[in-house]
């Protein structure tokens, strides 16, 4: 079978980048090279299109969002992810926000995934093995591990940054307790209509909320209820 990682894939990778910076999706020089040097194409699930902007079923009734929503919150967690700064991504999925926070962050920084489905999580710890992340995660500065996301991960907390991956019907009171004074959390809240919020946290511990835009995403539940929709 042939690999994802080939020197075509890379390619299209790259153009896929180029289209989002025409769209002026990515603003910043940062966040395209971080986009460019993690190809999405090792991210998904054999037979899927990369390359394509639009969402990928990844199996348990979960997704890897389009490129464009990606883009979006990497952008706006950008200021957040500064060389030895600490990120947490909850519902990481197949591995792709985290392994892009990592290159962020670089080996002075710590990028935390979290994801409910253990296979996924091993999914995706194989994925950044076949990456250009694949160093950080050898040497420690990104791990991936089995939680419920909505509780966070309280160990490594606070975090300079934390992207939710999923819609919750609500912002969970973790995810804002384990922000660090002068942070930011980007998140899915809603059921039918949803909106992507990104919240700043004061350095007085006082948040503010704003919505950035309206959104589609999956639930962001318990591991049992992902198992049993339809």
């Not at 390619?11 to 971080?34: P, W």
């Not at 969402?55 to 060389?83: D, F, K, V």
């Not at 809603?190 to 004061?202: A, M, S």
């Not at 350095?203 to 962001?220: A, K």
Request: include cysteine; charge should be negative.
């Amino acid at each position: 079978m042939e690999r994802l990682w080939t020197s075509g894939s890379l390619g299209r990778n790259k153009e896929l980048v180029e289209r989002l910076q025409l769209y002026g999706i990515i603003k910043s020089k940062k966040v395209a090279e971080v986009m460019e040097a993690i190809d999405r194409g090792l991210f998904v699930p054999p037979g899927s299109a990369p390359y394509v902007d639009t969402p990928i079923l990844i199996g348990y009734n979960a997704t890897i969002s389009a490129p464009h929503m990606h883009a979006a919150c990497l952008e706006l967690l950008r200021e957040h992810l500064q060389p030895g700064m600490r990120a947490l991504d909850v519902g990481s999925g197949t591995g792709y926000l985290t392994a892009c926070f990592a290159m962020m962050l670089g080996p002075e920084g710590r990028a935390l995934g979290v994801e409910h489905i253990a296979e996924l999580v091993d999914f995706s710890i194989n994925n950044i093995k076949n990456s250009a992340a694949s160093s950080f995660l050898k040497e420690g500065s990104l791990s991936m591990h089995i939680a419920d996301g909505r509780e966070g991960w309280p160990d490594l907390a606070p975090y300079d940054a934390i992207h939710v991956g999923a819609a919750a019907p609500e912002i969970p009171q973790p995810l804002i307790d384990q922000l660090k004074p002068g942070g930011r959390l980007v998140i899915p809240v809603g059921t039918v209509f949803q909106d992507l919020q990104v919240i700043d946290k004061k350095m007085d511990g006082s948040v503010s909320i704003r919505s950035e835009t309206s959104v589609r995403y999956v639930p962001l539940t318990s591991k049992a209820a992902q198992l049993h929709s339809n």
